[in-house]
């Protein structure tokens, strides 16, 4: 099975017909209410376009991609809908921008991408033409968002976890036992950064000569 990755961004339809934007509002709508069913996709919340999707207008979206979400978005017009939205959507040329950010922690990839997908005299085209890599840092994955997913109780992620505390609480020294800190906190999932915390960090540090 694949990795999955975590992505989250904007999208911005492009189309002169009513049509289009019709057959996409169905598409969302039930992308969104069957979210939960899906390994990989991504999806509009349906409070976002009560009115329907419109044209040129930025909506935020989530996903779930196949290693990554551009690969998952490169698929999504071949084989990732149902032939009655198919058939619908190729009938006219349009477009769909998506830019956003993507990270993965098994092969530790965190990008910034921006692509474009569509229809075209009924050709179903793809263009990836932003594909920033950013570095794995616990700084960025902290600013990104990515910090409940990225850091865990699992060994592999103590490394991370240790930098992210260091820049978070702006230590001035790193020499504290993670593993010790870890199981104060009794982590099982993911690292919340609230005052308790903060405060069991600096207690943990303390104990173990860091200075704060």
């Given at each position: ?19 289009i934007l019709e057959t996409l509002t169905k598409v969302f709508t039930w992308l969104d209410e069957n979210q939960h069913s899906f390994i990989y996709g991504f999806w509009v919340e349906k409070s976002q ?51 956003y950010h993507d990270y993965e922690p098994g092969l530790q990839f965190l990008v910034r991408q921006t692509v474009k997908l569509g229809y075209k005299k009924q050709e179903p085209f793809f263009e990836l ?84």
């Amino acid at each position: 099975m694949a990795n999955i990755s975590d992505a989250y961004g904007s999208l911005i339809i492009t189309t002169q017909n009513p049509q289009i934007l019709e057959t996409l509002t169905k598409v969302f709508t039930w992308l969104d209410e069957n979210q939960h069913s899906f390994i990989y996709g991504f999806w509009v919340e349906k409070s976002q376009f009560k009115d329907g999707l419109q044209d040129g207008i930025s909506y935020p979206f989530v996903g779930f991609g196949r290693w990554c979400m551009s690969a998952t978005l490169r698929d999504f017009l071949t084989g990732g809908l149902d032939d009655e939205f198919t058939d619908e959507l190729k009938k006219y040329d349009w477009d769909m921008e998506l830019a956003y950010h993507d990270y993965e922690p098994g092969l530790q990839f965190l990008v910034r991408q921006t692509v474009k997908l569509g229809y075209k005299k009924q050709e179903p085209f793809f263009e990836l033409y932003i594909n920033a890599e950013l570095p794995y840092t616990a700084k960025n994955l902290n600013e990104l968002g990515f910090v409940e997913m990225a850091v865990d109780a699992a060994k592999e992620s103590h490394p991370l976890l240790k930098q992210l505390i260091v820049d978070t609480l702006e230590l001035q020294s790193d020499d504290f036992d993670i593993a010790v800190l870890i199981k104060d906190l009794n982590w099982q999932n993911c690292v919340w950064l609230d005052d308790d915390f903060c405060n069991i960090v600096h207690d943990n540090a303390e104990k173990n000569q860091a200075f704060c």
